[in-house]
């Protein structure tokens, strides 16, 4: 699994302007708050979305994602995005936009292309 506080910190980190891999203080305190609105929903998540997330100690692992479709997987790159944004961008107060938000999120991240290898292709 991948552990879920790292990745979203990357992608505040880069959101901020910077290199993805330093973070300031700030940035780790929003992250610990993001994964814990992922912890909270993780059974619906997995009932409903098939995305999986395991608490292994203190920390929140992503352990599976759903199959969209047959032999298409996500890019590794937008993980970081995707979390993050399942954290802050889904309404899970109200059940219609909740769905239609993870929805939304599941879509731009399987629609997201791999980043190609070299030039042209």
Same mark, same amino acid.
């Given at each position: 699994?991948? @552990?879920?506080?790292?990745?979203?910190?990357?992608?505040?980190?880069?959101?901020?302007? @910077?290199?993805?891999?330093?973070?300031?203080?700030?940035?780790?305190?929003?992250?610990?708050?993001?994964?814990?609105?992922?912890?909270?929903?993780?059974?619906?998540?997995?009932?409903?979305?098939?995305?999986?997330?395991?608490?292994?100690? @203190?920390?929140?692992?992503?352990?599976?994602?759903?199959?969209?479709?047959?032999?298409?997987?996500?890019?590794?790159?937008?993980?970081?995005?995707?979390?993050?944004?399942?954290?802050?961008?889904?309404?899970?107060?109200? @059940?219609?936009?909740?769905?239609?938000?993870?929805?939304?999120?599941?879509?731009?991240?399987?629609?997201?292309?791999?980043?190609?290898?070299?030039?042209?292709?």
């Amino acid at each position: 699994g991948i @552990e879920v506080q790292p990745c979203i910190v990357q992608a505040l980190s880069v959101s901020d302007g @910077e290199d993805g891999i330093t973070a300031t203080e700030e940035q780790r305190e929003h992250a610990a708050e993001m994964a814990n609105v992922l912890e909270e929903k993780k059974d619906m998540l997995k009932e409903y979305f098939e995305i999986e997330l395991e608490k292994r100690g @203190e920390n929140l692992f992503l352990t599976g994602l759903p199959v969209l479709l047959e032999g298409h997987s996500p890019s590794p790159n937008a993980l970081p995005l995707f979390l993050m944004r399942m954290a802050t961008e889904v309404d899970y107060t109200e @059940e219609k936009g909740c769905f239609e938000g993870i929805c939304s999120e599941l879509g731009n991240f399987y629609a997201e292309l791999p980043m190609s290898g070299g030039k042209g292709k």
